[in-house]
């Protein structure tokens, strides 16, 4: 009982909190809005620089995935992290280790009402047997081609992440945490920051700046350095979609199981 | 022209599936009947229209071969057709599963018997095969 109060104390305080910040937002649309009408001093508007300057930059025709990966890359590093935050506090407060908990014991039966043999489970187990392959190269795709067309890494990721979720629901959370354990895919979350951030981090090694794309075009062997822009943006995308992959997973066995990884739905 | 009127056809008759699986949703009396409605009239009408759509793409195709990117449109759109067809009547299955695994018996009327009761309860279940 203390703790819901406690808990409640706290989103009340950030929720109070965030909605003071909303205020603090331009008008949607508001044409004197920096975004839109560029800031003080003369420079350029940032929208205008984006619609103008992206492919010639960077060769890349979406250019919302320009922005998001490339010319705001800082922000969407830590936007992954926020999504490996959230997972990290889903362990923290839901993850129960017991000992006495036996791997190997019979998963508790839901209903005695189950249809009579394994048809049923036949039926569906197949189906999604089918589906998740096709699911995850559609995933694949999303993730590979989202500088191209819509979608990216963290389309592509929630897209893997439910794959292994439609293979655990339909079959059995063991089975699919044989494939994919706890360990793998903690370490898979980590994996996929250390790839944006390492990506950022090698144009530092030859003096230019954090994210800094443009200096990679000896390590990928591109002409430009638009190109090479181009193959990190695809880089970056895939730290992403392993990051959310591995987060959505493990957000589901969490929850589904109350933290035990046991039984589940 | 005559795709056209071909895909205009299997639209319609999309379409006219559509409403009844509405209504069966609509007017239905218990879970089970309901599912039948929405499981095979969603299934099918989607089907028939997108399978329309790919059917009215051919009248895209005027030179063939320098317009064969419309064949890739085309076969995107039996790709759907593919997947529903997979997916669609699988969730109907395992829906109706759920909803009689979750305790929902399916409206009798007197006289009749519920047969799924005797095919479907299973004696209970002490120790369930690994």
Redesign the interface.
């Known amino acids: 009982m203390k703790a819901k109060i406690f808990a409640s104390i706290a989103v009340v305080i950030t929720g109070a909190i965030l909605l003071y910040a909303v205020i603090d937002f331009p008008d949607f649309g508001d044409p004197g809005s920096p975004p839109n009408a560029g800031v003080p001093g003369g420079a350029p508007a940032a929208s205008r620089y984006y619609i103008q300057n992206t492919y010639r930059d960077s060769k890349v025709p979406n250019l919302v995935t320009a922005v998001l990966a490339d010319y705001r890359g800082y922000d969407t590093m830590f936007e992954t992290v926020v999504i490996l935050t959230a997972g990290i506090s889903i362990f923290a407060i839901l993850r129960v280790v017991r000992r006495d908990d036996d791997p190997s014991a019979?998963?508790p039966?839901?209903?005695?009402?189950?249809?009579?043999g394994d048809h049923?489970r036949i039926?569906?187990g197949i189906?999604?047997r089918?589906?998740a392959p096709?699911i995850q190269i559609f995933a694949l795709y999303v993730v590979a081609h989202g500088h191209y067309s819509p979608g990216g890494g963290f389309q592509g990721g929630v897209m893997l992440g439910a794959s292994f979720i439609l293979l655990a629901l339909?079959g059995s959370l063991r089975e699919t945490l044989a494939r994919f354990s706890e360990r793998d895919y903690t370490r898979l979350a980590f994996v996929g920051i250390l790839i944006y951030a390492g990506l950022g981090l090698l144009p530092m090694w030859v003096g230019r700046n954090f994210l800094d794309y443009g200096a990679l075009s000896g390590l990928f062997m591109t002409k430009g350095e638009e190109m090479a822009r181009s193959h990190s943006m695809l880089g970056v995308e895939i730290g992403v979609a392993i990051t959310v992959m591995s987060i959505m997973f493990a957000m589901f066995a969490n929850l589904s199981t109350r933290g035990r990884l046991q039984g589940g739905l | 022209m005559i795709v056209t009127i071909l895909s205009i056809l299997l639209i319609v008759t999309g379409l006219v599936f559509f409403l009844g699986a509405a209504v069966g949703l609509m007017r239905f009396p218990d879970f089970y009947c309901r599912m039948h409605a929405a499981g095979k009239g969603d299934t099918l009408s989607s089907l028939l229209v997108v399978s329309g759509f790919a059917l009215y793409q051919l009248n895209d195709i005027r030179d063939f071969p320098s317009d064969w990117p419309v064949l890739l449109v085309i076969l995107k759109l039996l790709a759907v057709v593919t997947f529903i067809y997979l997916t669609s009547p699988t969730s109907t299955s395992a829906l109706a599963d759920a909803g009689w695994e979750d305790g929902i018996d399916p409206v009798i009327e007197p006289g009749h018997e519920n047969h799924l009761e005797d095919d479907c309860r299973k004696p209970p279940v002490s120790s369930p095969q690994p």
């Open positions: 019979p998963e039966v839901a209903s005695d009402r189950t249809i009579d049923h039926i569906v189906t999604c089918i589906a096709l339909s």
